[in-house]
């Protein structure tokens, strides 16, 4: 069976996303609700994108969907009206007339693939949960946080969650320091993608090698024709080369002197 040149590149490309399967964000664990914690010791902290007092919200009702505003203020409650009391997110109707707690001061701490999400929920009079998950984007120049609203959609018979995204350089590991921290941490920039120099390279060489021994199998059966052993990549080449490292060793070992040299020496002496 001939395998064509189209699906050869299928089958390479498929093998390439085998390795970005795995490239998934480490787990940040839960610090406080403003703040979690990578393996690597880096914090995310949010708190210092909160108002506390007669500010708050830091983002307030004008985060427009449709016919209602949104507002949120990370980490610092806040009332705005008997419905919103006590809470980091409300949702009002722009007439006014309208409006539910969706996001109490309470914070899970979660991810995905590419970013962090924090979710708040509310419990209202109407027996309905109200979920907000804000996604963290990071973004080492956004010295101004932003808040973006993409909508709500129920998720259940009594489920509602909203999504927003709030980009800031404190969505960046170790970058906003803590409240007890003393010393400005260094920034990174490899963790703007919450990947490690280590991280890369154990996901690109061995994504590589598999790449190169699949292409080049695949070249060696259907174009030169090969069987057995020969289907293997420039064998010849692996095989001197292994060969040359086993001799390199063995001079290590012994001085670079060959067996009865010391013998020889002595005669000759």
């Known amino acids: 069976m001939k395998l064509s040149k189209t699906n050869t590149v299928v089958l390479i490309s498929c093998v390439c996303l085998i390795g970005t399967c795995y490239a998934t964000m480490p787990k ?14 880096k914090e995310i902290n949010i708190r210092s994108l909160g108002y506390n007092g007669s500010r708050a ?27 919103c009391r006590n809470i980091v997110a409300c949702q009002q109707s722009t007439d006014f007339l309208s409006e539910f707690a969706i996001g ?27 979920t907000s998950v804000v996604k963290l984007v990071c973004d080492v120049k956004a010295d101004e946080p932003t808040l973006e ?31 007890t921290a003393t010393n400005k941490p260094t920034f990174n920039p490899l963790h703007c993608g919450m990947i490690s120099p280590g991280s890369v390279l154990f996901i690109i ?30 064998r010849d080449i692996r095989t001197n080369l292994f060969g040359s490292i086993r001799d390199g060793c ?17 005669e000759i002496i």
């Not at 940040?28 to 010791?41: A, L």
């Not at 129920?154 to 320091?177: I, M, N, Q, R």
Request: proline share 8%; aromatic share 14%.
């Open 28 to 41: 940040c664990t839960k610090i406080d609700d403003c703040s979690c914690r990578i393996p690597d010791g």
């Open 149 to 179: 609203m993409f909508g709500f959609s129920p998720v259940g018979p009594a489920h509602v969650e909203y999504d927003f995204t709030l980009t800031s350089k404190c969505a960046c590991p170790g970058f906003c320091p803590s409240s």
């Open 104 to 130: 109490d001061p309470t914070a899970t701490w979660t991810h995905d693939d590419r970013n962090y999400n924090i979710e708040y929920s509310s419990l209202g009079d109407d027996n309905i949960t109200r």
């Open 57 to 83: 919200p830091r983002f307030g009702f004008a985060q427009a969907w449709g016919p209602w505003e949104y507002a949120y203020n990370p980490c610092y409650a806040w009332t705005d009206s008997n419905k």
């Open 250 to 266: 063995k001079n290590v070992f012994t001085s670079g002197k060959k067996p009865g040299h010391d013998k020889l020496q002595s």
């Open 205 to 234: 060489v061995p994504v590589l090698i598999v790449v190169y021994l699949v292409a080049g199998v695949l070249f060696m059966k259907f174009v030169r024709h090969a069987e057995g052993t020969e289907l293997i990549p420039n």
